[in-house]
C-alpha cells in the first residue's frame, strides 16, 4: 500500500513542477514550427492563449487596444519566440493577449520580453487575475531591452494578460513558465501518502 501512494506522491510531485514554454523542440510539446499562430497548442499541459485580451472595457487599463494581437512564432537568432516584426507594423493598437490556466491555476507566471524600448518600458507588463479580479501587475523598468517579468499570489491565477510594448515598441515573448496548483485530489493524496510514510517509519 505504501508503495502505491509512493508512486501517486512523485506522480502529483511531476505535476506541481513548473513548466515552461519556450516554442523551440525541447519545450512540452516539441516546440512550435516558424509562422504558427499560437492558439490551443498547449492546452494538454494546461494553457491556452488567445489574442486581444483587452479591448478597454471595464477592467482593461486604458490604452487603444489592438484587435489583432499578433500570435506568430518567428525565429531571432536561432530561437523560436512569440510576435513577428511584420505582424507588430500591422497591429492597430497596443498589443495583449491572455494566457488561461486549467485546473486549479497556477501559483506564478514569467515570461522573457525582447527588444524593449527604455522609453517605452511601462507598456510591457504582466496582469495577473483570479477570474476577473486583477490579483497583481509586473511592469517592466526603462534599464534594459530584455527582461524577464513575473507575477506570483497566494491566491490562485487563472489567467494572466500580457502587454508586449506599445503601439510603437516591437517586443518578443519567450520562456513562458508556470507553477500548476494542484487538484484538490493531488493534495489529498499527498497528505495521505505523508501520514502512510509516518506510519511506516514508526513501525520500523
Same mark, same amino acid.
Given at each position: 500500500?505504501? %508503495?502505491?501512494?509512493?508512486? %501517486?506522491?512523485?506522480? !502529483? ?10 516554442? *523551440? ?6 516546440? @512550435? ?6 492558439? +490551443? ?10 489574442? +486581444?485580451?483587452?479591448?478597454g472595457t471595464a477592467g482593461a487599463p486604458t490604452g487603444i487596444w489592438? =484587435?489583432?494581437? *499578433?500570435? =506568430?512564432?518567428? $525565429? ?23 494566457? =488561461? ?5 497556477? !501559483? !506564478?507566471?514569467?515570461? @522573457? ?16 487575475? +483570479?477570474?476577473?479580479?486583477? %490579483?497583481?501587475? !509586473? ?16 491566491v490562485p491565477i487563472t489567467s494572466v494578460v500580457f502587454t508586449p510594448? *506599445? ?24 497528505? @495521505? ?6 506510519? $511506516?517509519?514508526?513501525?520500523?
Amino acid at each position: 500500500m505504501a %508503495l502505491g501512494i509512493a508512486g %501517486l506522491l512523485t506522480a !502529483s510531485s511531476v505535476s506541481a513542477a513548473p513548466i515552461t514554454i519556450t516554442f *523551440d523542440p525541447g519545450d512540452p510539446i516539441g516546440g @512550435l514550427p516558424v509562422g504558427t499562430m499560437l492558439a +490551443n497548442q498547449y492546452a494538454g499541459v494546461g494553457v491556452t492563449f488567445t489574442p +486581444n485580451a483587452f479591448t478597454g472595457t471595464a477592467g482593461a487599463p486604458t490604452g487603444i487596444w489592438a =484587435t489583432n494581437t *499578433d500570435m =506568430t512564432i518567428v $525565429s531571432i537568432a536561432g530561437s523560436n519566440q512569440l510576435r513577428s516584426g511584420t505582424g507588430w507594423i500591422n497591429e492597430d493598437g497596443d498589443a495583449s493577449f491572455r494566457a =488561461t490556466f486549467a485546473g486549479a491555476g497556477v !501559483s !506564478s507566471v514569467s515570461a @522573457l520580453f525582447g527588444g524593449i524600448l527604455p522609453s517605452e518600458a511601462g507598456s510591457t507588463r504582466l496582469f495577473a487575475y +483570479n477570474g476577473s479580479t486583477l %490579483l497583481v501587475v !509586473s511592469m517592466a523598468s526603462g534599464s534594459d531591452d530584455e527582461q524577464v517579468l513575473t507575477v506570483s499570489s497566494m491566491v490562485p491565477i487563472t489567467s494572466v494578460v500580457f502587454t508586449p510594448g *506599445d503601439f510603437f515598441d516591437y517586443v518578443t515573448v519567450d520562456n513562458i513558465t508556470f507553477t500548476p496548483i494542484p487538484e484538490p485530489a493531488t493534495l489529498t493524496l499527498l497528505a @495521505l501518502g505523508v501520514a502512510a510514510a509516518a506510519r $511506516s517509519r514508526r513501525r520500523r
